[in-house]
């Protein structure tokens, strides 16, 4: 990670781009979660549509669908239309050329991936491609602990020692590599940079640039994630005339989709456009994997959290949420515990014992992932309840860490501590010689100026930061940490309001009771994929009495309860409902009691039945 730019292996924290006209809904007593409920559509649109159910029309508006011909295109993406020329691209004609020269001169071609789930499978997708097209291909993915992000001085060593190499093709980092470029290029290596992060106002002098941010580029669709990048380059020397000679059968590059899936969901970029194509289609694709590894994956339970899913999981239930919660961690867990190489292992090999064998190390790294971070989390609680009672209030910023603190998960913990307490978490521990560590910021308080305001001030104190607005990560000197903290905190009470607002929640839509069915449900599931830029519908329903309540799970960290509400004619039904992690609202949920839930609407299937289930976000006492 360069100073100042961005830190791709910061995972930035979701968020929903919000309408600045919302009705904002406090909880009670201004405590909790503030319920921001989307500006309610106008009776005018709701005229154009007048076939459509109102909450699907609001949650058109809220999605920015105006036009049938907008909603058609949201709806039903159709590979062949909706889906760019590859050779859009400014460099990738100069690309396939070179590449194919390698090729046919026997040049090996190392591929020089990220350890994150997006450069994990981008290098699947090209090594892959390049081996299908008769290429002599290595794979280089650098240790997140030991060499940390883009081109490294040990890989190049490795590069130079390796005379067959004549052509290093990086996937999801390069260009913000400049020197590193340079010096392969004095040593007779050509590197074709193939990326989706900001490309520097002077760019690395590589043989081509495949990268929709760059100055000038004309390809039309501006976020993809690198996988994505990379399946163009795939896309575009399949199409090449030396490829067709080769006799591969048509659309066999869809079956690369299952990986370009998983890296949009993952590298969480906006699900709209190209990207959402993308993943309908890959989503099929996973569902009737080739992948021997992948289809090992899925057959385990990940964690207890899953545990009221049936295992193995049935291939028609493979949804975006199953991307973000089951399979994107997993694949993460491998570099944030030991190497990504095992992930890579898993997802190429076509080995059945090999399979088993990496599935189950990369369970046991998610696992102890996990388990890193439960512990974090309890010692860094512990040090902030100190403070609390020392000082007789709650921190307005966080800034904490140990020498034994896995660097590699520490931003998961930030992003934990700043979702419980409300504030910007600064969390570290000890890598390479010196103090490494992610930030995640809350709204109005941007991460990265704040860091660089702190550096300027304290003389570069940073080694390295960057990232985005709302997370980031940084280097600073063990030394030099007091004097960083002190300036976190001294910029913070500069950046920050006097009272910090509450986190917000955002509810799509409010519905009643009856308007709660099996058809809205079946028509919700026509918004997936769910992902940045179409977040999973959260609705509002008012004034349900609790009919019965109960702790459930491993730790009994979940709510489960019933709820009775009335319907407009008097007749009354009954909601089954999961709350996970909401446990400690089970002081406001006496027999009886009425509440407001902020929920997502699901189809839940346990022993053969099929009924609808409020899976609660938020919960309140009415009013």
Known sequence: MKKGTTASDITPLSSTTENDSMIVCSTENGEGKRWKLSEKISEDFVLQFPEQLRTILQLFHNRGLKTQREIDEFFDAEY???????????????????IWEAIEKKQKILVYGDYDADGICSSVILSTTLKKLGAEVEVYIPDRFKEGYGLQEKALAEIIADARIGLVITVDCGVTDVKEVDYLNAHGRDVIIVDHHLVPPIPPAAYAIIDPKREGETYPFKTLCAAGVTFKVACALLQSEKAKQLEIPEGWEKWLLDMVAIASVADMVPLVGESRTFVKYGLIVIRKTQRVGLRTLLCLRPSRAFEHMTFPLPAEAVTAETIAFMIAPRINATSRMDHATVSFELLITEDEEKAQRFAERVEELNTSRRKTIDQILKEAEKMIEVEIQASGKQPRIIVLGKEEWAVGVVGLAAGRLTDKYGVPSFIYGMAKGSLKGSCRGIEGFNVVEVMRACNDKGGDILIEFGGHAVAGGFAVAEKDMEKFSALLHEEGERVLPEK??????????????????????????????????????????????????RLVGEKEGHLKMMLKATNEDGTVKFFNCIGFGLSAHMQICDIGACVDVVFELDANEWNGTKELQLKLKDIRKSL
């Open 80 to 98: 062949s239309a909706d889906v760019h020329d590859p050779y859009l691209f400014l460099d990738m004609e100069k690309a396939v050329g070179r």
């Open 500 to 549: 910090i607002p509450a986190p917000s929640l955002l509810v799509e839509a409010e519905v009643a009771s009856h308007e709660v069915t099996w058809e809205l449900c079946d028509l919700l599931a026509r918004f997936e994929p769910y992902g940045q830029g179409n977040k999973k519908p959260t609705l509002l329903l008012r004034n349900a009495m609790v009919a019965s309540v």
